[in-house]
């Protein structure tokens, strides 16, 4: 059923159509999972209120949350560009005008880049019925987060649109399965006040491997899977382990290495960097031990004298959502 958030009568005195949609935040690679593992979140989430309009083109009218940093030309912000491939797609020669309210830090880690495309193309769907389904949207998101750092990586995207633990099977041709995740599955997010741009740490990531280097990786990848599936916790805390980003990319996140003997300390399955990082995730059985986790992160960062941010939840398996 279309839920009509908001009636706002345009210049025509014809009735506009207006909705309001949330797209969690993501932690992507989940270690060993360079560009193929994301998970999604319960908070925070990013959210968009799209506004049909007759006249073509869209139009990003304000973007609060962000401290005035992101672009409000729609092809230079992956609302807009998002919102953009929709129309293209559908061929249609009608616009839509999107208010984004940023909940997420920008380059965090977090998929913050990719929420606001996730939330765009869930509500701009909506409205005009869901011609496509939420895999069908993958293509335009990835899209966006090419505008957004070079890079068409569907590991944020992907589970910000469709909930849950996501692995990214194949980029040509696009193939996405969902991995189940044990129900008692914390997740610990520790936001340094720092920015990191993925284009950045991307850059610096090597373009090839040793050889040694990759049977440990995909060793990892398939213990993950199935630690996840069966549960194994041994299984998973052993296969939390990265030998291919996080080396270069943890001398970016100053007290890296105390960070994560403190998570494992603290009972934490594994813990690493969130997507490009500067964020550190975390994964525990109980709640009450993730949220310990946390409070040992945020003091690593504290004794640098940096602040941070909390999250603690469990998997979200939803995904992005139409707001009522
Ligand atoms: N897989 C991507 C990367 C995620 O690590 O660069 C970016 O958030």
């Given at each position: 059923?279309?839920?009509?958030?908001?009636?706002?009568?345009?210049?025509?005195?014809?009735?506009?159509?207006?909705?309001?949609?949330l797209?969690?935040?993501?932690?992507?690679?989940?270690?060993?999972g360079?560009?193929?593992?994301?998970?999604?979140?319960?908070?925070?989430?990013?959210?968009?209120?799209?506004?049909?309009?007759?006249?073509?083109?869209?139009?990003?009218?304000?973007?609060?949350?962000?401290?005035?940093?992101?672009?409000?030309?729609?092809?230079?912000?992956t609302?807009?560009?998002a919102?953009?491939?929709?129309?293209k797609?559908?061929?249609?020669?009608?616009?839509?005008?999107?208010?984004?309210?940023k909940?997420?830090?920008?380059?965090?880690?977090?998929?913050?880049?990719?929420?606001?495309?996730?939330?765009?193309?869930?509500?701009i769907?909506?409205?005009?019925?869901n011609?496509?389904?939420?895999?069908?949207?993958?293509?335009?998101?990835?899209?966006?987060e090419?505008?957004?750092c070079?890079?068409?990586?569907?590991?944020?995207?992907?589970?910000?649109?469709?909930?849950?633990?996501?692995?990214?099977?194949?980029?040509?041709?696009?193939?996405?399965?969902?991995?189940?995740t044990?129900?008692?599955?914390?997740?610990?997010?520790?936001?340094?006040?720092?920015?990191?741009?993925?284009?950045?740490?991307?850059r610096?990531?090597?373009?090839?491997?040793?050889?040694?280097?990759a049977?440990?990786?995909?060793?990892?990848?398939?213990?993950?899977v199935?630690?996840?599936?069966?549960?194994?916790y041994?299984?998973?805390?052993?296969?939390l382990n990265?030998?291919?980003?996080?080396?270069i990319?943890?001398?970016?996140?100053?007290?890296?290495?105390?960070?994560?003997?403190?998570?494992?300390?603290?009972?934490?399955?594994?813990?690493?960097?969130?997507?490009?990082?500067?964020?550190?995730?975390?994964?525990?059985?109980?709640?009450?031990?993730?949220?310990?986790?946390?409070a040992?992160?945020?003091?690593?960062f504290?004794?640098?004298?940096?602040?941070?941010?909390?999250?603690?939840s469990?998997?979200?398996?939803?995904?992005?959502?139409?707001?009522?």
């Amino acid at each position: 059923m279309l839920f009509v958030l908001d009636i706002i009568l345009n210049d025509d005195r014809k009735p506009m159509k207006s909705i309001k949609a949330l797209a969690p935040a993501t932690v992507a690679n989940v270690s060993c999972g360079f560009d193929i593992f994301g998970f999604a979140v319960e908070s925070p989430a990013d959210e968009v209120i799209m506004t049909l309009k007759s006249e073509s083109g869209v139009i990003i009218r304000q973007i609060t949350g962000d401290g005035g940093k992101l672009p409000l030309e729609a092809n230079r912000n992956t609302a807009g560009v998002a919102a953009e491939a929709f129309l293209k797609a559908i061929g249609s020669d009608a616009g839509a005008e999107i208010i984004l309210h940023k909940k997420l830090p920008l380059g965090s880690g977090m998929g913050s880049s990719a929420a606001s495309s996730v939330a765009a193309l869930v509500a701009i769907n909506h409205l005009h019925g869901n011609p496509f389904t939420r895999e069908q949207l993958l293509p335009f998101a990835m899209e966006a987060e090419r505008i957004a750092c070079g890079s068409a990586h569907a590991d944020n995207v992907a589970p910000s649109l469709l909930g849950g633990f996501i692995l990214i099977r194949g980029y040509d041709p696009l193939d996405v399965a969902s991995i189940p995740t044990p129900p008692n599955l914390y997740c610990t997010l520790v936001h340094p006040h720092l920015e990191l741009k993925t284009e950045d740490s991307r850059r610096v990531l090597k373009a090839s491997i040793p050889i040694k280097d990759a049977i440990t990786q995909w060793g990892n990848i398939a213990g993950l899977v199935v630690g996840l599936m069966k549960p194994d916790y041994g299984l998973i805390m052993r296969s939390l382990n990265d030998v291919v980003a996080e080396p270069i990319r943890s001398v970016l996140i100053p007290g890296f290495a105390n960070i994560k003997a403190e998570a494992i300390k603290h009972g934490a399955l594994g813990s690493g960097i969130s997507g490009s990082g500067p964020t550190i995730f975390a994964l525990s059985t109980e709640r009450g031990i993730a949220e310990n986790v946390a409070a040992a992160i945020q003091q690593q960062f504290e004794k640098i004298k940096l602040k941070s941010d909390v999250f603690v939840s469990k998997i979200n398996n939803e995904g992005a959502r139409v707001v009522e």
